[in-house]
């Protein structure tokens, strides 16, 4: 069922005029308004009113910053995540079995785990880094290098390469 389309009326026009002078975008007062952005585009230009791209911009930078918070907490995340995982390479375990005609549960503590459960987890470890590097890369120089490498070389005497 198609919905027939409310008319624009003088209050529509100053309410478009009175929230636009307040410094709203088109799409917020669409929104205030119950109305589509492009009844609002259509009762701006009658109005002789211009819509700029200003408060977008500030909010897509806002947007920005908060996902780039976002990946760097879950970036510090995964990588405490990868150093508990490698860790536990290295304390003591419980390995456990369930078998037998009866199938019953043994379990025995063991000094590390096995071989096998230690590739797991490196596996997992190694994921877990890798995902931490992705949503924050290394910060480099103006010569390509991490920054680590830059301290490095200049803990070595190296400085700045020759040209």
């Given at each position: 069922?198609?919905?027939?389309?409310?008319?624009?009326?003088?209050?529509?026009?100053?309410?478009?005029?009175e929230?636009?002078?307040?410094?709203?975008?088109?799409?917020?007062?669409?929104?205030?308004?119950?109305?589509?952005?492009?009844?609002?585009?259509?009762?701006?230009?009658?109005?002789?009113?211009?819509?700029?791209t200003?408060?977008?911009?500030?909010?897509?930078?806002?947007?920005?910053?908060?996902?780039?918070?976002?990946?760097?907490?879950l970036?510090?995340?995964?990588?405490?995540?990868?150093?508990?995982?490698?860790?536990?390479?290295?304390?003591?375990?419980?390995?456990?079995?369930?078998?037998?005609?009866?199938?019953?549960?043994?379990?025995?503590?063991?000094?590390?785990?096995?071989?096998?459960?230690?590739?797991?987890?490196?596996?997992?470890?190694?994921?877990?880094?890798?995902?931490?590097?992705?949503?924050?890369?290394?910060?480099?120089d103006?010569?390509?290098?991490?920054?680590?490498?830059?301290?490095?070389?200049?803990?070595?005497?190296?400085?700045?390469?020759?040209?």
């Amino acid at each position: 069922m198609a919905r027939t389309p409310r008319p624009v009326g003088e209050d529509d026009e100053r309410q478009v005029r009175e929230l636009h002078a307040q410094g709203l975008g088109r799409n917020e007062i669409a929104r205030r308004l119950e109305r589509s952005g492009r009844t609002i585009s259509i009762i701006a230009a009658r109005l002789n009113l211009e819509f700029t791209t200003e408060g977008t911009e500030k909010a897509t930078r806002h947007r920005t910053a908060q996902l780039a918070e976002k990946r760097a907490i879950l970036a510090d995340a995964l990588t405490d995540d990868a150093l508990r995982l490698t860790a536990q390479m290295w304390e003591p375990a419980v390995v456990f079995n369930i078998g037998g005609k009866d199938n019953e549960y043994t379990e025995q503590p063991v000094p590390e785990p096995p071989p096998a459960d230690k590739r797991a987890l490196m596996a997992a470890a190694t994921s877990a880094a890798a995902q931490s590097l992705r949503l924050v890369p290394p910060e480099t120089d103006t010569q390509g290098l991490a920054a680590v490498d830059a301290w490095l070389r200049d803990m070595m005497g190296g400085g700045a390469p020759a040209e």
